[in-house]
């Protein structure tokens, strides 16, 4: 068990490193505290241009805009079916 956990954090640690500066840079973090100090230092100001969150933004809009969910119909016999249905409706809503 130990050594499934062990592989696991290596394997992890390298994709964590380049996950967390993504991250960064969707919410304008783009510039270490370093540079910022010393562009601070020569008067210079930091603009950051953020086109990964516009990307971003985009694609989750349009998963959004384009997502389909599945509906259970019920059967014709009454409304104990359109209760189940329901129920089904939101357990599957909930899983997906």
Not at 30 to 49: C, I, T, Y
Not at 62 to 70: E, F, H, L, R, V
Request: proline share 2%; charged share 25%.
């Amino acid at each position: 068990m130990i050594d499934r956990y062990t592989r696991g954090v290596a394997g992890m640690t390298s994709w964590a490193k380049t996950a967390k500066r993504c991250v960064e840079m969707t919410e304008n973090k783009q510039w270490l505290p370093e540079v910022l100090d010393e562009m601070h230092k020569q008067g210079r100001a930091a603009f950051s241009w953020n086109e990964v969150r516009v990307l971003v933004r985009l694609v989750l809009g349009y998963i959004a805009s384009t997502k389909t969910d599945i509906k259970v119909i019920p059967g014709f016999q009454g409304s104990s079916k359109r209760r189940n249905s329901t129920t089904f409706d939101h357990a599957s809503q909930a899983i997906v």
